[in-house]
């Protein structure tokens, strides 16, 4: 815009000199646009559609009937007891990454990344090759009592597995671009290690925290593969939201179906609502250390 | 608080940061540890610190063996290089963390922490500014903010690692001569970290110039500046020229330079090297007896002084500063032939070190 005053003008003239011709732009608009609809937008659409099918009323009957409630309890516990943990070991393990030299150092980053590595079929298999009837400490378990493959734990422990890497993963650059001089120059002011930590390095971390938790509960409540192998798909008992739509879907129950897919779509639109403003802010976080730190 | 270290060795690796250090520091004093980077001056102030743990050798505080004291526990006052402020406080709350975390029962009550932080702003002359944050100020009030927040805790010892390093020449001027006058007034014992020797020889008491994990010389700024202890001293405190050459019984021989050698002849001739300052030659336009014939390659008579680039036959360069009346009076030309002679020389005779 040739209106415009020249500090805006500026910008505006450089896109235009490495930019392409109108047509061309027009051309990679659509495409891009054609792409985003057929992909993003229609099935988005489709779920809601396919939801409201028979109206509200028979979408809220769906809604209510107790086994759909019992996989939304489920899939509520496992992200409640999965995420917080996530977010202390992540926190833990990035804060020894970060902060501190010590041998073997690689070799625990590449295990933090292990879960991304595996599929979460095999991540499945692997806990009921562990804790199954036939697996290596299932007969102790039977012995006990103790119940982990076709229940809860079993549901749990596969969910923290997959999404293990998420919290740590995020905070690992940060943590390493703000360095140990901070927390260096807290210990020499007398703090101890708790007030280093919540004082100095948490603060500093919060939004690159809170990112990771978004995409980690993102991530446990949307999470099929591994749990699907260890969950034994007992309705009302061990059947998660993503499962339960599975079964409700074969069984020809396509408004019960759409309905549960359509609470998961409203919790990805809610997770990247919060996602964007916390990288918003993170954003600004950095931008704050580029401008403090030249 | 006096601080001594004893026969202090570390280690990174295989890169042996320091080798059997040994200093004495006394209280109230203003010591400056002067050297090239990796000479293992801020490895040795970070072992003062308690930041870093020395693999051999003891630090003493006060005649205490502090070596195994933890950080938190030693009260020194640290400045970073680049500030380390808590980005995400306020200038006040970065200077009251370190009251902040005292234990309870040593800890100043809120109205307390809040003249006190309010007295070192004053000094720091930075009241003004105590809601902004880090990011909000520039890089000469972010290490005052630093000084003040390392003060705070009221510290017998303060250690400043490179604390003018990343500031702009003037500014760095004018907080060297602030820091002179504030370690008067609040009497600490201070070590200086830097790499800049005008910076070590203005502020400091004394210079302890270091080299490759080794204490070359340790002395007033007068001390190292005109009696340098070794080769390194000599060519790291200020412009100087160098010949190599050989001491042959009185003479001192070096290219087109020749030199009476006053001290005893060695008995067969040996490798030398004469250390000469730019300021020490005097030049002239006539031939005068035992001078040595240059051209002039490049004349910069902006300054104080004048400095001259000088090209001898044999190719080498030599660097020259005279006065201004002095160029004035020479009426020098680039291109033309004078003559050199040397006011003042060091020579080091053997092997080089």
Redesign the interface.
Known sequence: MSGTAPSIAIPHAAERAVGESAPVRYLLIAVAAAFLGLFLVLPLAAVLVQAFQRGVAAYWAALCDPDTLAAIRLTLLTAAIAVPLNLVFGVAAAWAIAKFNFRGKSVLITLIDLPFAVSPVISGLIYVLLFGLQGWLGPWLAEHDLKIIFAVPGIVLATMFVTFPLVGRELIPLMQAQGTEEEEAAVVLGAGGWHTFFRVTLPNIRWGLLYGVILCNARAMGEFGAVSVVSGHIRGLTNTMTLHVEILYNEYNFVGAFAVASLLTLLALVTLGVKSLAEWKYQRQLVDKGVAYD | MSIEVQQVSKSFGTFAALRDVSLEINTGELVALLGPSGSGKTTLLRII???ETPDRGAILFHGEDATARP????????V?Q?Y?????MTVFENVA??LR??PRHRRPSKGEICARVERLLQLVQLDWLSDR???QLSGGQ?QRVALA??L??EPKILLLDEPFGALDAKVRQELRRWLRRLHAEINVTGVLVTHDQEEALEVADRVVVMNAGRIEQIGTPEDVFHRPASEFVFGFLGDVNVFHGRVEGRKAIFGALELEYPHAPPAEPQAARVFVRPHDWEIDTQPNGSGVEATVAHLNPAGPQVKIDLVVPTGESIQVEITQERYRALRLTVGQRVYLRPRKVKVFVGERA
Not at chain 2, 71 to 78: K, Q
Not at chain 2, 84 to 88: E, Q
């Open positions: 610190a308690g930041l950080v938190r526990d030693r009260r020194v006052g640290f970073f680049h380390a402020l808590f980005r995400h963390f370190g975390v005292l944050y880090p990011w972010r927040r390392a705070a805790v």
